[in-house]
């Protein structure tokens, strides 16, 4: 029981941050794309914020692993 609930806790932690940066980057990415659209010289910075979110999921999966590793050893 106590495994099963730690990798439920695990599971919440990806999951939700990869939902968050999900509804993130869709609506930076439509604003990238517009406003590369207009200049074509934004799209460094585009990608660039495009590209910030995704620290979000990689922090989540940290957060997973440690409550893994440390609850579950």
């Known amino acids: 029981m106590e495994v099963g609930l730690i990798a439920i806790g695990a599971a919440i932690a990806v999951g939700l941050c990869a939902i968050a940066t999900a509804l993130a980057q869709a609506r930076i990415g439509a604003a990238a794309v517009g406003a ?6 934004l799209t ?3 990608i660039l914020l ?17 409550i893994i590793l440390i609850l579950g050893g």
């Open 36 to 41: 590369i659209a207009e200049k074509p010289e």
């Open 44 to 46: 460094g910075r585009a």
């Open 50 to 66: 495009v590209a910030i979110p995704e620290t979000l999921v990689i922090l989540g999966f940290a957060v997973a692993a440690m």
